[in-house]
C-alpha cells in the first residue's frame, strides 16, 4: 500500500494549473494572478497633503521676533481640485487632506499648530516651524510609473485588489477556478428530497463534498448518484468528462458493486488504489478519457478527510496554487490516545491555544461512519503507522485543517 506521501506525489504529479481567464477585478479574489502587474502611473499621482491645514513656504514658519509668523489666506484648496493660484511668500492656502500641493508652497502645517479666526479667516499664525516637504506625500511615494507592483503566481487577496484598483485594473488575467464533478454511488444512496426506505441513507458525501469544493476554490456540481451497475456508472462518468476533475464517493472497496476501478481501467487508467491510512484506505486515483478522477471512499468520514487530504490540494494546483498542503504542528493531547492500527491514523480533535501551548481534545467516537466526530475538528491528530500511546498530556503532530496553506510538497 502506498504511503500517504507517496500517493500525495503520485496524484500532485498528474495535475497542472489550467488556463487563464481574465476576470473582473471585484470577482478576482481568492485566484492567482497571471498577468506581472506593472504601475502605469505614479501613486500618489500627484504632491498632495497629508493633513487638513495650510498650504505654505516653509521659510514663512519662522517666528519673528518671538512672535508667530502671520501669513495673508489667499484661499483654499479641498480634494478633489487642482489650485492654480501660486503661494507667494508671506501667504498661505488653506488646504484639506488629499488635495493637491498649490504651486510655490514647499511645506503643509496641520490646522492644530496654527491660530486663526475661523474657517473664513484671511489671515493665518503659523505656531510652530515646520521643513520643506512638511506633511507633502510626494508623486510616487508609493508606487513608480513602471513598477512590477505584483507578480504572476501571487494570490490575490483583498489588500492586492486594493492595490490593483489603485492602479485602475478593471479586469485582470488569472487562472480559472476548476470545474468539479461530485458522482455519488451506490444503491442504497438517495437524495434528499426522497422518503427513506428501509436500507437507504441520503446522499449527504455529495452534499458534503460540493461545500468543500467550494471553499477550497473550485466550482462544483453534483451530477447525481450512480447506481451500482457499469452502465449507470459508465453513463454518469461519461458526463462528467467536460470536467477538469471528478469526485465520486463510494464504490472504490472489494465489494462484488465497487466498480469506480473498473470503469477506470476500461475508460482511461488507474495510477494507484489503495493508501496505508485510516480513514481512507481504498483511494483510488487516476483518469477517464483523461480527466483526473479521485476515487474517495464511501464511509462519510473517509471521504471527509480523504478529500481534505488529497482532493483540496489538487484543486489548488488546478488553480495555481504553489502552497498546497496544511501545516502541521506539535499539540499537547489533553486525553491522551491508545492507537495500535498498522494504518497510519489521522484522529480527529480540537486544538486551541491554552496559556501558550496547542491542547488537543479528540472529539469522541473515530469510526468512519461517525459524522459528529468531524464536528469541532479543526485539526487532524496523526499516528504513526503501527499506532502509539500517547500520554494525557504527551505531544503529537497535528495537521492544521483551519490554518492556511504553507508547504509546497508532501
Ligand atoms: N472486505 C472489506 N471491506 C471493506 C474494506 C476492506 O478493506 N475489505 N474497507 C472498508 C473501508 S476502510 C472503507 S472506507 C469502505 C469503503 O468502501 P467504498 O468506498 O467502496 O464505499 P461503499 O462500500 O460504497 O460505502 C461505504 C459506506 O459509505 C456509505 N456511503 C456511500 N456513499 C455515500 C454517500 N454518498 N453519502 C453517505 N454515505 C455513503 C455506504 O452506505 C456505506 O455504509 O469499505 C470498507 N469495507
Ligand atoms: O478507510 Mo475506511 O475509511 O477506514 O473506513
Redesign the pocket.
Known amino acids: 500500500m502506498l504511503s500517504v506521501e507517496e500517493a500525495l506525489t503520485r496524484i500532485l504529479t498528474e495535475i497542472q494549473p489550467l488556463d487563464t481567464i481574465s476576470l473582473p477585478l471585484d470577482q478576482a479574489i481568492g485566484s492567482i494572478l497571471a498577468q506581472d502587474i506593472i504601475a502605469h502611473e505614479a501613486i500618489p499621482p500627484f504632491d498632495n497633503s497629508a493633513m487638513d491645514g495650510f498650504a505654505l513656504l516653509s521659510k514663512d514658519s519662522k517666528p519673528k521676533q518671538d512672535q508667530p509668523a502671520r501669513l495673508r489666506v489667499i484661499g483654499s484648496v479641498a480634494a478633489g481640485y487642482v489650485s492654480q493660484t501660486r503661494v507667494e511668500e508671506g501667504t498661505a492656502m488653506r488646504i484639506m487632506t488629499g488635495a493637491p500641493v498649490p504651486p510655490g508652497a514647499d511645506a503643509i502645517i496641520q490646522v492644530e499648530l496654527t491660530n486663526s479666526d475661523g474657517s473664513q479667516s484671511d489671515w493665518v499664525e503659523i505656531l510652530h516651524e515646520v521643513s520643506p516637504g512638511n506633511n507633502i506625500r510626494p508623486a510616487g511615494e508609493d508606487m513608480q510609473n513602471g513598477q512590477k507592483v505584483l507578480q504572476r503566481g501571487q494570490e490575490i487577496g483583498a489588500w492586492e485588489i486594493g492595490i490593483l484598483a489603485t492602479l485602475g485594473y478593471a479586469h485582470i488575467d488569472v487562472i480559472r477556478a476548476p470545474q468539479v464533478a461530485i458522482l ?3 444503491d ?2 438517495v437524495d434528499l428530497d426522497v422518503e427513506l426506505q428501509p436500507g437507504q ?6 452534499y458534503l463534498l460540493e461545500a468543500a469544493v467550494r471553499r477550497a476554490g473550485g466550482i462544483p456540481h453534483r451530477l447525481g ?1 450512480a447506481r451500482d451497475t457499469s452502465e449507470n456508472l459508465r453513463e454518469k462518468l461519461g458526463a462528467a468528462l467536460n470536467y477538469d476533475l471528478i469526485l465520486t ?7 462484488d458493486f ?1 466498480l469506480v476501478k473498473d470503469i477506470m481501467h476500461e475508460q482511461g487508467q488507474m495510477n494507484f488504489w489503495r493508501i496505508n491510512m ?5 483511494v483510488a486515483f487516476g483518469h477517464i478519457s483523461g480527466v483526473p478522477l479521485l476515487g474517495l ?4 468520514v ?1 471521504s471527509a478527510v480523504t478529500f481534505e487530504l488529497f482532493g483540496r490540494p489538487v484543486i489548488r494546483k488546478l488553480q495555481g496554487y504553489t502552497q498546497l498542503l496544511r501545516p502541521q504542528i506539535d499539540v499537547i493531547v489533553e486525553n491522551g490516545i491508545q492507537e495500535t492500527a498498522r494504518r497510519r491514523h489521522y484522529i480527529r480533535a480540537h486544538v486551541t491555544w491554552q496559556q501558550g501551548r496547542f491542547i488537543a481534545r479528540t472529539t469522541g467516537n473515530q469510526g ?2 461517525i459524522m459528529t466526530s468531524l464536528l469541532q475538528a479543526n485539526a487532524l491528530l496523526v499516528i504513526p503507522e503501527g499506532g502509539a500511546i500517547i500520554k494525557p498530556g504527551g505531544s503529537v503532530k497535528a495537521l492544521m485543517l483551519d490554518w492556511p496553506e504553507s508547504e509546497t510538497t508532501a
Open positions: 455519488g454511488t451506490g442504497e444512496v441513507i441520503r446522499n449527504s458525501n455529495s448518484i464517493s463510494g464504490g472504490v472497496s472489494v465489494g465497487d485510516k480513514p481512507g484506505k481504498p471512499p464511501g464511509n462519510p473517509s468512519s461512519h
